[in-house]
């Protein structure tokens, strides 16, 4: 520590951070055991042990909330997740540095837009009287014909996912691009050497090169599977599609600053802890017995 002291300097911030905002507040997670009083604090409130579990599992707005946040996890897990490894392929591709360099920056430009913004804009596009969406068909004389897709039940996940993609599959190229850069050019060399076209020296160089950076974010991604997006739902859904869409971060955000259940909520935050807990550590054992090589720990 004393050699790279200036190092740990420079994580000081990050490492604070941390500290400050998850280590520190853990103490509250008792609250989850009593039978919180806000007036008399987490610490002289009265213990009533599983209780607050027993009845939030026996809610059937949390049993809604959960099979909502498992489906479109797995929506999540199945199509935005690989998005960045397959749009980080087609920009390595590019030869053009210029119209590389454009291609990146305007895929990663959406990242930095709020939810709420994005949300605005699909409305904007989106809406059956006023938006553009309308407006085109009109056009084509279709008018009649657009949908709301934001209050409709039947299409309200696959925007939610289409919205993922285009928000954060650009910013989520930086890491493999990063690692293809790292990649041996004369395998490359030696592959066309050999005869292998595009598509063979992506599939037996580019992608194992990735793999390593692929189960590692992968891990990440399981160990917040139940994550499905606060910010996003919260600032896309409406009362017409609660039934498809209220998740777990929005059912406790309702617990908690709506009816004032800290109790309940610390129990359903507490829960989906617990099963990310769980869900990395089996991730990285299957990691592990995959390859040897890959896995966190």
Request: positive net charge; aromatic residues 16%.
């Amino acid at each position: 520590m004393k050699k790279d002291k200036w190092l740990y300097f420079m994580a000081l911030p990050g490492l604070s951070f941390f500290l400050v905002f998850h280590y520190g507040p853990m103490y509250g997670v008792a609250i989850a055991f009593k039978d919180y009083n806000i007036y008399k604090g987490v610490f002289a409130s009265e213990w009533i042990g599983f209780e607050n579990f027993r009845t939030l599992f026996g809610m059937s707005g949390f049993q809604r909330a959960l099979r909502n946040t498992i489906i479109i996890a797995t929506y999540q897990l199945l199509f935005v997740f690989p998005a960045p490894i397959l749009l980080s392929l087609l920009i390595n591709e590019v030869r053009n540095v210029k119209f590389k360099k454009f291609v990146q920056t305007s895929v990663y430009l959406p990242h930095f837009v709020s939810w709420v913004v994005i949300g605005g804009i699909l409305y904007a596009i989106l809406s059956p009287t006023t938006g553009v969406a309308k407006e085109i068909a009109m056009w084509f004389g279709h008018g009649d014909a657009v949908a709301n897709l934001m209050a409709s039940r039947e299409y309200f996940r696959g925007l939610l996912i289409t919205s993922s993609i285009w928000k954060e599959a650009g910013f989520g190229t930086v890491l493999y691009l990063a690692t293809i850069v790292t990649i041996d050019p004369h395998l490359y060399e030696a592959a066309k050497v050999d005869g292998a076209k595009k598509w063979r020296q992506i599939w037996h160089i580019t992608l194992p090169g990735l793999r390593t950076t692929i189960v590692i974010l992968l891990i990440f991604n399981v160990g917040s599977f139940l994550n499905a997006g606060l910010e996003q739902v919260y600032a896309l859904y409406n009362p017409i599609v609660y039934e498809v869409s209220e998740i777990l971060d929005t059912y406790l955000y309702k617990l908690a600053f709506e009816e004032a259940k800290y109790d309940l909520a610390t129990a359903s935050g507490l829960f989906k802890s617990t099963v990310g807990l769980v869900l990395v550590l089996l991730t990285n054992v299957l990691a592990k017995k995959i390859d040897k090589d890959s896995g966190l720990i």
